[in-house]
């Protein structure tokens, strides 16, 4: 008799257990507000040119340089829908003696200028010539960024006499990018 | 994306232990305790498990943080608790699930009821495994970026993890060799039914500032490579059948194969004093049907778009050498993984012999009613291995009914306390065991629990001539 007591208490004891057990107050729908809100930072362009790359060629002066560069993260359908906002930072700085315009050209597939950046850059004089800009990209401009594919490089020449392969200094660009995702 | 961030990190919260289960181990009253020592002092004439019922086990666990930390209706934000949970993790806190439900399971006693020639047993279960560790690296990463851990290496070798799911038929035997000594072994043919290994990974990502050209030097090293058996056609795009039914008919219908064994002993170096251990799931699968890895290979430095005013055009683009540079590829390579081995040992002391009142007077020695003793296990994982202590003791409270009380000391929790009782109604045996009791007073914030069940039927051994 005395050991199906016992089996009665320990029965009685477990199923107390289980009933007084308990868990706090769940949400498991909570995942569905997941949101990843990296921020991603990256190179975008650098570029460090010799005052000859613009010296006189067979004479004639040369007024501008241009490079084009393909530009095709944005191929990634992706990456298009997570983007919320990019930043471009640029700094620019300049040891040559003659003053610049820099055009940066956002290009589509079909090589159509979709904004452009300028940048007016002052000749060098012994001082520190270094110019700053951050260029923010939301709403309307951010949906012509996703369409790009092509960034054009345009430098002209400001007013002055000709560079030749002896004259001195340097045009550096260093850019990054601060790219905000939701995924 | 987003849903498979989302299913990895639930996949790591459901995610459990580590298969301890202290509370069955050299509770040799229960059948099943022979499956975690082939040498348990296990005597019988023959039993059999309930089909389906004989053997039930389910264990959760996780370390660092708890189903509470995650989804708590607090009003909180999900994405700031999954923020807190991420950052006070560190990569070897872990989570784990395992499963096992015996299918069917029996013994019988070799020889006449003079001569002992030893025990078989038999029997057949399925068990699904999910093991994981917190990509800690790689979750930052998703959730906050790169942008304030400029000089930081971001690990990829943070990223491990293993599924699968066996059916194991299995062939047992064990003898007294001594008086004092009880030995056995447990052949195994394991039976896959999927597997899922990506634990070979290493590489880097990193973002450092670079003071002279380029803003930052950015470099991404990926070792990283995911090995998978019998799951292709449920990534399938077309796929619309019944997954748990398919995966049921592969076991059968021949996946991969691999055999292994388990070893035990008890012995008894005074009449109340017994040592035991074992050694389980030595051995192996070979994944060779419907196999297919995925690596992610290379090395990218990413410098930006750097125009060089030559006239020479260079066809640079970022999106193709990218993927020329860490193509993603899927191979069609055989592999093979082991299974994750299990070390138990105890020790013993038992003390009050039963009283006359309680003596049935067979002619087996009488039993001892108390036992009090500690218990060692170790797993081996993807890194260090898991380890564990209990101290237990065990009451027969009569020839009938057996409990067993646990406190277990392991990297989820210091607090664990497992009760279990075996009972006999006649023949018909049935056990329930529990661990972690103090965290059913809020099982949300529980770090493991585990619970095992079962029913067999039980013809005991005697030392009397059959009639």
């Known amino acids: 008799m005395r050991k199906y007591h016992f089996i009665k208490v320990l029965s009685l004891a477990l199923l107390l257990m289980c009933s007084l057990s308990c868990s706090s107050d769940l949400d498991f729908n909570q995942a569905n507000d997941l949101k990843l809100t990296p921020v991603i930072e990256g ?38 829908s997570y983007l919320q906002r990019a930043d471009f930072h640029f700094e620019i700085s300049n040891t040559i003696n003659r003053s610049f315009s820099l055009s940066i050209v956002l290009l589509d597939a079909n090589d159509n200028a979709l904004t452009t950046m300028n940048f007016n850059i002052p000749a060098y004089s012994g001082n520190t010539n270094t110019i700053t800009r951050t260029e923010v990209f939301e709403n309307a401009r951010l949906e012509l960024l996703k369409r790009t594919r092509k960034m054009r490089f345009l430098v002209m020449i400001g007013q002055g006499s000709a560079l030749n392969t002896s004259s001195a200094g340097n045009l550096v660009l260093r850019s990054s990018a601060t790219v905000y995702l939701e995924i | 994306m987003r849903k498979s961030f989302l299913l990895l990190m639930l996949l790591i919260v459901t995610t459990c232990f580590s298969q301890n289960k202290q509370i069955l181990y050299n509770l040799t009253s229960v059948p099943q305790s022979m499956m975690l020592n082939p040498g348990a002092d296990f005597k019988y004439k023959y039993y059999f498990g309930v089909p389906l019922l004989s053997g039930m086990s389910f264990k959760v666990g996780s370390t660092g943080f708890s189903v509470y930390d995650l989804f708590a209706n607090d009003g909180v934000d999900f994405n700031q608790k999954l923020r807190n949970v991420v950052y006070s993790t560190n990569r070897n806190d872990h989570g784990a699930i395992n499963e096992q439900i015996e299918i069917f399971n029996g013994g019988i006693k070799l020889g006449d009821w003079l001569e002992d020639k030893g025990y078989l047993s038999f029997g057949m279960y399925q068990e699904f495994d999910l093991f994981a560790y917190v990509p800690k690296d790689l979750a930052i990463l998703a959730l906050d970026g790169n942008q304030n851990y400029i000089g930081k290496s971001f690990n ?12 194991v038929l299995h062939l047992g035997y064990h003898k007294n060799i001594s008086e004092k000594l009880i030995v056995g072994a447990r052949g195994k043919i394991y039976f ?13 990502i990193t973002t450092t500032v670079n003071p002279t050209t380029t803003v930052y030097n950015q470099e991404i090293n990926s070792n990283l490579s995911l090995n998978t058996s019998g799951i292709s056609k449920y990534l399938d795009d077309n796929y619309d059948g019944d997954v748990a039914a398919d995966v049921q008919k592969q076991f059968l219908l021949g996946g991969d194969m691999g055999l292994g064994f388990d070893l035990g002993f008890t012995y008894y170096p005074k009449k109340n004093i017994q040592i035991t251990g074992s050694i389980l799931d030595v051995g192996f699968i070979n994944h060779s049907k419907d196999v297919q890895n995925y690596t992610f290979k290379g090395y990218y430095k990413y410098e930006g778009n750097n125009p060089n005013f030559s006239d020479t055009d260079d066809p640079d683009s970022v ?41 049935v007077c067979t002619a087996t020695e009488k039993r001892y009613k108390n036992a009090v003793g500690a218990q060692f296990f170790m797993m081996s ?6 380890t564990a202590l209990t101290g237990f003791y065990q009451r027969n409270v009569s020839d009938k009914l057996q409990i067993k009380a646990t406190y277990t000391l392991d990297s989820y929790s210091y ?53």
């Not at chain 1, 613009?54 to 944005?74: H, K």
């Not at chain 2, 990829?156 to 059916?167: A, P, R, W």
């Not at chain 2, 994982?381 to 898991?386: E, F, N, V």
């Open chain 1, 43 to 80: 190179n975008l362009s650098y570029f460090d040119v010799p005052a000859e790359v613009f010296a006189a060629n067979g004479g004639l002066p040369v007024q501008w340089a241009y490079d084009e560069q393909e530009f095709d993260i944005f191929r990634d359908k992706y990456f298009n």
């Open chain 2, 156 to 167: 990829l070798g943070d990223l491990s993890m293993k599924s699968e799911m066996v059916s």
């Open chain 2, 192 to 204: 896959s039914g999927f597997n899922a290994t990506t634990t070979q990974n290493s590489g880097s």
């Open chain 2, 319 to 359: 999106y193709d050498d990218f993927n020329e540079a860490i193509p993603l590829d899927t191979l069609y390579n055989k592999y093979t993984t082991w299974r994750p081995v299990k070390l138990n040992a105890s020790y013993q002391y038992s003390f009050g012999t039963a009283t006359d009142e309680d003596c």
């Open chain 2, 381 to 386: 994982t993807p890194r260090l291995p898991i």
């Open chain 2, 415 to 467: 607090t664990n306390i497992g009760l279990g009782l075996s009972a006999n109604l006649g023949k018909f045996n049935m056990y329930f065991m529990a661990d972690n009791l103090l965290e059913y007073r809020d099982v949300s914030k529980a770090n493991s629990l585990s619970f095992q069940f079962g029913f067999n039927f039980i013809f005991a051994d005697s030392n009397e001539p059959p009639y």
